[in-house]
């Protein structure tokens, strides 16, 4: 089940550490991408219990955090039948 801003935007990113995530926060602040910071959901928790979810359609964003050096544990694409690895 979706809740939150996970409803409308969709797309979810999980990090192994609060460090990664406040960096992504920097990365999508600074492309004046809308995000909103979640707890990881249950099912996808295996490090950092914070994730950030923003607008699926912009996904390109993702090559700038990799570049920005920003590490991830995970990509989904949120579904109300569960979380799929987002392909971009």
Known sequence: MLYGKLKEYRALLTFPSLTEALGAERVFSRYECPFDT?????????????????????????????????????MYEAREDGFFSLVW
């Open 38 to 74: 979640i707890p990881t959901p249950m099912r996808l928790r295996a490090g950092c219990n914070t994730a950030l979810c923003f607008p699926l359609d912009r996904k390109a964003i993702i090559d700038d955090l990799i570049d920005d050096g920003v590490v991830l544990t995970g």
